[in-house]
């Protein structure tokens, strides 16, 4: 049996990480993989900013810097940000595998040029740089907001009424109006609006999360990981430091002594 750790980049409560465990529902795995889910210990709110992406990269590195050593054969992360995901390449010799690269590459498999659907108007930049940084900006029709502030806790729940119609027109006009051939969900946490927009668009829908899942049961499968060339590992380590920083950070957020 395959040990798969999940890490989502929020300290969340139990209703909370299984709000994330629901997006198995979405995907047909063997029966020979099984997915755990880790919280970080303390982390950003939003990452809406460049202060919250380094602080989502740093909670989310240190939350799998022991996933080698506890047993799991590979990590993934539940943010389409793919926060942290390099620097634990660059620690952890299993595969490590972010959604957000491997979705934007998913839909060229699918198509030639595809658009983002975003929640949050703040949570735009964070999707420019990722492009730019992939090298992937050019085949990006266009990012589209429906500008409503998320719950990273309860997710959609309760506001499908509102939420998955403004879905589904900011979608149409990425098609129509911006050429889009395939639509990405920009958030994890937006994984249940997918199914009603699969049956009310007339292109693909990625779902980041599960595609996350069947990409590293396949990648388990073939028995490879990420190149050691590309993500290099460090002369020195600080695998402590960083536990003491986020356990530290966890006192700090939660007013514990």
Do not use: C, T
């Given at each position: 049996m395959a040990r798969v750790l999940v890490l989502v980049p929020f300290p969340l409560d139990e209703k909370g990480l299984q709000n994330r465990r629901d997006q198995l529902g979405a995907v047909?795995?063997?029966?020979e993989i099984d997915f755990d889910y880790r919280g970080v210990k303390a982390?950003?709110?939003?990452?809406?900013?460049?202060?919250?992406?380094l602080l989502g990269d740093m909670a989310t590195f240190e939350a799998g810097l022991s996933a080698q050593d506890d047993g799991y054969d590979a990590v993934l992360v539940d943010t389409v940000s793919d926060s942290g995901v390099n620097?634990?390449?660059?620690v952890l010799d299993i595969p490590v595998i972010g959604p957000g690269k491997a979705m934007y590459l998913a839909a060229l498999l699918l198509g030639t040029r595809f658009s983002v659907l975003v929640q949050w108007d703040p949570w735009e930049p964070v999707f420019k740089k990722s492009l730019q940084e992939y090298g992937l900006a050019d085949k990006c029709a266009s990012l589209r907001s429906?500008?409503?502030?998320?719950?990273?806790?309860?997710?959609l729940?309760?506001?499908?009424?509102?939420?998955?119609?403004?879905?589904?027109?900011?979608?149409?006009k990425c098609i129509e109006e911006d050429g889009a051939d395939v639509i990405c969900m920009g958030s994890t946490t937006m994984h249940q609006a997918v199914p009603y927009l699969q049956t009310s668009l007339p292109v693909p829908v990625i779902n980041p999360g599960p595609l996350s899942y069947k990409l590293v049961e396949a990648v388990l499968g073939l028995g490879i990981s990420h190149s050691r060339v590309?993500?290099?590992?460090?002369?020195v380590p600080?695998?402590?430091?960083?536990?003491?920083?986020?356990?530290?950070?966890r006192k700090s957020?939660?007013?514990l002594a």
């Open positions: 047909k795995l063997g029966p982390g950003p709110d939003w990452l809406d900013s460049y202060h919250d992406w620097a634990l390449r660059s429906i500008n409503l502030r998320p719950d990273v806790r309860n997710l729940g309760g506001k499908e009424d509102e939420v998955f119609p403004k879905l589904r027109d900011a979608a149409m590309a993500y290099p590992k460090p002369n600080k695998a402590e430091m960083a536990h003491a920083m986020l356990e530290a950070a957020q939660f007013g």
